[in-house]
């Protein structure tokens, strides 16, 4: 299957059909997803989205994943430090196993369509769902309480998220749950512009792992672990060294009683750790539980097991380190292919809003 896939993925035809989701593309499927370079990697990134891309989703699909570096610029940040962290980003989604002759691995700013797109999404979006996205209103409210105000480019980031997805004809996007509001405004514009000017986009849908879709903070299990957080004691980063995962696990907040028991609610910390041990050995969180008398041994195996999972990754990511030509090598096929892949689609939807097209 993946052969077929791989077939259609490359074929001049299959590239210019707009709508690969008809009856007669049988199981074609396309998956798009992305990391944003807002900091550096976390354990979260990982097992919500990296992990399912290298070791799943490339196998068994036509699948592009990008370096959202237009992302990175909707939150103060250093220009220096964006370079950094999407080169970075880049070579770790390569050591995580990303292989460029599977898949496209690409940064979004080489590719011009995906700014082009997100305009035309503006024009199809309402101001009142752009404000209604969960993650603008978290961080314009802690703004505005610290007197300060965020970016245009924060409240219009679902547009241009949506124009990363729909340039590429997506049908699945393998996030973690924190981006599902956004996979799901991404459906309604797609149907909306459908709908106004023409069948130009397929209607993706997110697809979340059963475990570690939410991976907490472990200094604060009621906090997503998110990698752009200023305090990292709570973070474990996969360039993280061993004795610092460990350290970090170790001091994990856990939850008053020293029973160890699956409670989300009523343990979250405890829940938290247990979610992790179940992703990273695959056993299910709820009996995993039984295997503990008490929460130092829990946090003991996590620590283990987290080590070993990110040891490969590590390593890698050091060998690519000292071959920065191969990484460029990929970006720049990379780019080049997903252009070849948006551009008739992007071009399609220019035409369908009525604008001229060159002559
Ligand atoms: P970003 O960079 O915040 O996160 C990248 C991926 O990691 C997942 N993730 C987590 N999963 C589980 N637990 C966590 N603590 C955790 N933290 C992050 C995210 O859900 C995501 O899948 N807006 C996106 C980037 C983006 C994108 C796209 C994604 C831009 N365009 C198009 C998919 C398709 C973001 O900020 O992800």
Redesign the pocket.
């Known amino acids: 299957m993946t052969e077929h896939l791989r077939v259609e993925q490359r074929g001049e035809a299959g590239e210019a059909r707009l709508d690969p989701a008809g009856p007669e593309a049988g199981p074609y499927v396309r998956i798009?997803?992305?990391?944003?370079?807002?900091g550096h990697?976390?354990?979260?990134?990982?097992?919500?989205?990296?992990r399912r891309w290298a070791e799943v989703d490339q196998y068994r699909a036509d699948a592009l994943f990008?370096v959202?570096d237009l992302?990175a610029l909707t939150v103060e940040h250093d220009p220096a430090r964006v370079r950094r962290l999407s080169r970075q980003a880049a070579t770790l989604l390569l050591a995580a196993g990303l292989d460029p002759g599977r898949c496209t691995v690409f940064v979004?700013s080489h590719v011009d369509e995906h700014a082009r797109l997100s305009y035309l999404m503006e024009c199809v979006a309402a101001d009142g769902e752009m404000r209604r996205m969960i993650?603008y209103k978290e961080k314009s409210t802690r703004e505005a309480a610290r007197g300060g105000s965020v970016r245009l480019s924060l409240l219009t980031?679902?547009a241009?998220?949506?124009a990363?997805?729909l340039a590429y004809g997506?049908h699945e996007?393998?996030?973690?749950?924190?981006?599902?509001q956004?996979?799901e405004l991404?459906r309604d514009l797609a149907r909306r512009f459908n709908q106004r000017y023409g069948a130009v986009f397929t209607v993706p849908r997110a697809v979340?792992?059963a475990v570690?879709?939410?991976?907490?903070?472990l200094q604060d299990p009621a906090a997503?672990?998110?990698?752009?957080h200023a305090e990292t004691s709570g973070i474990v980063y996969l360039l993280d060294e061993p004795d610092v995962v460990r350290k970090k696990v170790m001091r994990a907040v856990t939850d008053s009683g020293s029973e160890v028991t699956y409670d989300r609610v009523e343990q979250p910390g405890v829940a938290n750790l247990l979610d992790l041990l179940a992703a990273c050995t695959g056993g299910e969180p709820a009996e995993l539980a039984g295997g503990y008398a008490s929460y130092g041994a829990l946090k003991r195996d996590v620590a283990d097991a987290v080590v070993e999972l990110l040891r490969p990754v590590r390593e890698r990511h050091a060998a690519l380190c000292a071959e920065p030509e191969r990484v460029d090598a990929v970006l720049r096929e990379g780019a080049a292919r997903a252009g070849a892949m948006a551009r008739p689609r992007v071009d399609a939807a220019y035409a369908a809003v009525g604008l001229l097209p060159p002559a």
């Open positions: 798009f997803s992305g990391v944003k370079p807002t990697l976390t354990l979260g990134n990982y097992l919500g989205a990296v990008c959202v992302h979004q993650q980031y679902p241009l998220m949506a990363d997805i997506t996007v393998p996030v973690g749950d924190d981006q599902a956004h996979v991404t979340v792992p570690a879709a939410r991976v907490m903070d997503k672990m998110g990698k752009s």
